[in-house]
């Protein structure tokens, strides 16, 4: 039997009322969230907030690994895009936990004024200029959006060994944040809890609707 190609796997998704709309409310969710980003982040830039007493980062020595940490996110990126172009249900999945965990980490570093940690050494990468507006951002820290991306991609990733690969660059971008002295150690390491909560959330909230449909 053929395997069936991504284009009639997508279409058959297409197909069913309820993924159609899923696939669509939360491509147009993400885009949302993507347009109100640049002036959220250039709103906490002009706030004051306090300097936390961080021991891990006392003991680590700030370097400069920006191409290493944005080169893993970005490969993980087009890694779960291939992975979503057989599978939709990843697409689905993970669009609408990334509008979540966007809402989430919003309204935390809302409610939560920081500054950045003492050695600081702003990430540079063009292509999340279209996001950040053009501007160095350094006080998005609680929680880590980096981290958080990696650890939300692994959650949606289904095969074993992709699973693997997804924590690796989790645990490997966490520690690399650190040793640009980008977040706090508690952005890091709270990062996955809330992502998790929030994947379990969303799967219970999509598969909730398909079942509700079949019954």
Excluded at 14 to 26: E, N
Excluded at 43 to 52: C, Q
Aim: aromatic residues 12%.
């Amino acid at each position: 039997m053929p395997v069936p190609s991504a284009k009639e796997i997508w279409k058959e998704t297409w197909a069913i009322p309820l993924k159609r709309k899923q696939i669509i409310a939360g491509t147009t969710l993400m885009m949302l969230v993507v347009v109100l980003l640049p002036r959220f982040f250039n709103h906490i830039e002009k706030r004051k907030g306090i300097v936390l007493d961080d021991w891990v980062l006392a003991l680590i020595l700030p370097h400069n690994v920006s191409v290493l940490i944005f080169a893993i996110i970005w490969s993980m990126i087009l890694f779960v895009a291939i992975k979503a172009i057989y599978d939709p249900s990843i697409f689905i999945v993970y669009t609408w936990s990334l509008f979540f965990v966007s809402v989430a980490r919003l309204t935390c570093i809302a409610l939560v004024p920081l500054d950045p940690p003492r050695g600081l050494i702003p990430l540079t990468d063009p292509l999340t200029a279209v996001f950040y507006g053009n501007t160095v951002v350094t006080k998005d820290l609680f929680f880590s959006g980096h981290t958080a991306t990696l650890a939300l991609i692994f959650f949606c990733l289904k095969k074993r060994n992709d699973r693997i690969i997804g924590f690796v660059a989790t645990v490997i971008v966490g520690l690399l944040l650190l040793v640009q002295h980008i977040h706090y150690t508690i952005d890091v390491v709270t990062a996955p809890i809330i992502v998790y909560v929030l994947y379990l959330f969303t799967r219970y909230l999509l598969f909730r609707s398909t079942d509700r449909m079949v019954n």
